[in-house]
T-cell receptor, first 114, second 108 residues
Framework: DVKVTQSSRYLVKRTGEKVFLECVQD?????MFWYRQDPGLGLRLIYF???????EKGDIPEGYSVSREKKERFSLILESASTNQTSMYLC?????????????FGQGTRLTVV | AQRVTQPEKLLSVFKGAPVELKCNYS??????LFWYVQYSRQRLQLLLR??SRESIKGFTADLNKGETSFHLKKPFAQEEDSAMYYC??????????FGTGTRLTVIP
């Protein structure tokens, strides 16, 4: 079974705090993603990584950064959390291979910034 | 950029009725399209992909390049089909973009 594990299910942080969301996958996937999921807005891509230390901005990278020091781990960092970053955050991973492109998702982290 | 459009946020149908969830995409390259589903209190998971041309849980989706559409269909809806459905587009760079989702409710 492919496992994508997010370190926290629920988080409550204060405005201005630095927040780390961690994601680990155990299938040796090259690609990893961070999305935020908001009602009516669907899944919006924050950042994408296709290899260790490689990253690309998604549609809404402002206020976020990422780190991929090891293949299995992809961290999302909120440098200074704000209330408009209250959301459900989803991590996903996928394999780079012709015809094998299913993305596997973590259980999500519901972040509340107060 | 709006790459994937799902025009219906909510869709309700009666059990046994046909279902069609709409998806249109915008992409200049050769598209790879998927439908993902999220059942209540479960992870988002792949339902089907256009490359496979498969039927999963009675659902099918045909890629229409002329209309840039990838609508999801099922002839007879079941209560267990109630879920959130997302259409997704994979670009050549292995990036994966999702639409805004459609919440399907099947009424008993």
């Amino acid at each position: 079974d492919v496992k994508v594990t997010q370190s926290s299910r629920y988080l409550v942080k204060r405005t201005g705090e630095k927040v780390f969301l961690e994601c680990v996958q155990d299938m040796d996937h090259e690609n990893m993603f961070w999305y935020r999921q908001d009602p009516g807005l669907g899944l919006r891509l924050i950042y994408f990584s296709y290899d260790v230390k490689m990253k690309e901005k998604g549609d809404i990278p402002e206020g976020y950064s990422v780190s991929r020091e090891k293949k299995e781990r992809f961290s999302l960092i909120l440098e200074s959390a704000s209330t408009n970053q209250t959301s459900m955050y989803l991590c996903a991973s996928s394999y780079t291979g012709k015809g094998i492109t299913e993305a596997f998702f973590g259980q999500g982290t519901r972040l509340t910034v107060v | 950029a709006q790459r994937v459009t799902q025009p219906e946020k909510l869709l309700s149908v009666f059990k046994g009725a046909p279902v069609e969830l709409k998806c249109n995409y915008s992409y200049s390259g050769s598209p790879e399209l998927f439908w993902y589903v999220q059942y209540s209190r479960q992870r988002l998971q792949l339902l089907l992909r256009h490359i496979s041309r498969e039927s999963i849980k009675g659902f099918t989706a045909d890629l229409n390049k002329g209309e840039t559409s990838f609508h999801l269909k099922k002839p007879f809806a079941q209560e267990e089909d109630s879920a959130m459905y997302y259409c997704a587009l994979k670009t050549g760079a292995n990036n994966l973009f999702f639409g805004t989702g459609t919440r399907l409710t099947v009424i008993p």
